[in-house]
């Protein structure tokens, strides 16, 4: 893959130049919404993959035959990547089901006027740098990861790929209370009500579902469920791509890991930036599971 090492800069954004382009990345920007549309957005790390799942299961009102047959990026294709256009083409299926990274400074002009549905995904930043962190190690579509302070540096400093985690949350956040089309679903609920998510997604969608289609929902969608299906782990990967002998997709999905690599140094310096980029901001964060507290 001759284009595993390319970094793509855009808008002062780094992107991993083997899925991205400078047009394709352009043409996200320029991308026409239909109506209909249900876009996924996120920054990394942040539960992305699972939301595709429960998104998919909604529209097969609990179906699990679509999301052991496809892979999750023909299903929800990712806007900015080079083979959005091509799926989407190829695709039938009604609605569409669109993903992204990017944030909302860059994407939210295409989205006005347009009633397409959008359900942002968010994750507590210490999870998502812990899950960002490893997940480096694997792909090698991005930059070395460096020692985990090196890291987690870069992370505070908004330089990592994808940008800065604090610009893109309250970026996207900060415009639901004006927009009834925009629903922000946070890791933490999925992994402690997933039912009840569930509900509200569907809910969201305009799609209510009966017990049963719900609890099939859950079951196919659960943590366990997905990280054994090919079309979501992405070891349909080739090795060269993503490195599974150095550490699986779907890793611990635990709330909290971040734990188990701060240091006590690590996570005074986090809080005292936390506090200051998001001085500003009413959202309020699940840090741990409930019982640990």
């Known amino acids: 893959m001759a284009r595993l090492d390319v970094t793509e800069l855009f808008h002062g954004i780094s992107f991993p130049g083997h899925l991205h382009t400078q047009d394709s990345l352009q043409l996200a920007l320029e991308f026409q919404f239909q109506d209909s549309d249900i876009l996924i957005a996120s920054y990394p790390k942040s539960g992305t993959t699972w939301m595709q799942e429960i998104v998919t299961l909604i529209s097969s009102r ?12 023909s299903r929800a294709p990712w806007l ?30 295409a989205l006005q006027g347009s009633r397409a549905k959008v359900i942002y995904v968010s994750r507590n930043p210490k999870d998502v740098v812990v899950s960002f962190y490893h997940f480096h190690k694997m792909a090698n ?13 870069r992370f505070l400093e908004g330089t ?34 997933l039912h009840s998510t569930i509900k509200k997604v569907s809910s969201f969608l305009q799609c209510p579902l009966v017990d049963d289609e719900v609890n099939s929902c859950v079951k196919h969608c659960s943590f366990s469920s997905m990280k054994d299906n090919k079309m979501i782990n992405y070891t349909l990967i080739p090795e060269d791509i993503m490195d599974h002998s150095k550490g699986s997709f779907m890793r611990k999905g635990k709330i909290g890991d971040w734990k188990t690599m701060f240091t006590e140094e690590q996570n005074k310096y986090f809080e005292n930036v936390f506090t200051s980029k998001l001085q500003d901001c009413t959202l309020e964060f699940v840090w741990e599971e409930p019982d640990e507290e």
């Open 141 to 153: 579509f991005l930059p070395e990861a460096g020692s985990f302070t090196e890291f987690l540096n």
């Open 160 to 193: 990592l790929h994808f940008g800065c985690w604090f610009d893109h949350i309250k970026g996207w956040t900060s415009h639901f209370a004006k927009v009834n089309s925009l629903l922000h679903i946070t890791y933490e609920e999925m992994s402690l009500d």
């Open 62 to 73: 609990g179906d699990p035959h679509l999301s052991q047959t496809v892979p999750n990026w």
């Open 80 to 109: 900015e990547q080079y083979y959005r256009a091509a799926v989407l083409e190829a695709s039938s299926t009604t609605p569409r089901v669109i993903t992204t990274h990017l944030p909302h400074h860059l994407l939210g002009p």
